[in-house]
């Protein structure tokens, strides 16, 4: 069975999209298999897929890295996800910026929740609403899901950025070890359907992805 992560912030633009392709890629680079799921009906990742595969074949690594062409509903994934993850080491499900019924699904149906928040103040007060949708989920025990909050698009060198960690460690869910930061060669790649292993792998965010995959494979199932 699949350990199940589900990438969400109902905030948009902080990273959950690069988080999704990124750390996939990165958990394929070892070798695991992993499933990729568009559950946001604006389809980044599915347009992701798009441009992949206008890719020569000889540029694309990842063997293990299997996706979703559109995005999935919630009916889809309350009926897919269960024979799906039979045969996948992880189910990496990329949510869309709100905290709807497709999110309480996915966190309903996860494992795990990565929640990336950009270190800005305004991010860190709205990534509540998020912690809260999945408090409430986990009274009414609808909801298992072990959540962390990953600091995102980190700018190196700036207050904020230092800053960030203190400011989440007021959250009782705790912070991640690894963090992301802002970097060109993670947008551009992207762009051309690639994840930064295949786009610049000597680039610092590989290394940044690594460390995040490697706090990942320590996980053990939940739901
Ligand atoms: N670490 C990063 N460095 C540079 N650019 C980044 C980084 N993370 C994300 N971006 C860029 O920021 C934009 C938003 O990122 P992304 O789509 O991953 O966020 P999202 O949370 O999935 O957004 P949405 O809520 O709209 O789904 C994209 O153009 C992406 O390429
Ligand atoms: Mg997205």
């Known amino acids: 069975m699949s350990l199940i992560i589900a990438i969400v912030n109902g ?5 959950k999209s690069t988080t999704s392709i990124n750390l996939a890629g990165a958990l394929d680079r070892k070798g695991k298999s992993v499933f990729l799921i568009d559950s946001d009906p604006q389809g980044t990742t599915s347009d992701w897929y798009e441009s992949r595969k206008k890719q020569p074949a000889e540029q694309l690594l990842h063997k293990n890295l299997f996706l979703a062409e559109s995005p999935w509903t919630a009916e889809e994934l309350t009926s897919k996800l269960k024979q799906l993850s039979k045969n ?8 869309g910026p709100a905290n ?9 149906l996860s494992d795990y929740a990565i929640i990336p928040v950009t270190p800005s103040p305004y991010d860190i007060r709205s990534v509540k609403k998020t912690i809260d949708l999945i408090r409430e989920g986990k009274k ?23 800053e960030a960690r203190e400011a989440l460690n007021t959250f009782d869910i705790p912070v991640m070890k690894s963090e992301i930061s802002q970097r060109i060669a993670l947008c551009e790649s992207g762009i051309e359907g690639k994840t930064i292993f295949e786009y610049s792998p000597g680039n610092p965010a590989a290394e940044e992805f690594n460390n995040l995959r490697k706090e990942v494979e320590k996980w053990q199932r939940q739901v």
């Open 11 to 15: 905030k948009g633009g902080v990273g």
């Open 88 to 95: 996948y080491d992880y189910v990496i499900i990329d949510c």
């Open 100 to 108: 709807d019924s497709i999110e309480r699904t996915v966190l309903t």
């Open 140 to 162: 009414l025990g609808a909801i298992k899901v072990k959540s962390y909050l990953l600091i995102s698009r980190k700018i190196i060198g700036t207050v904020l950025g230092r």
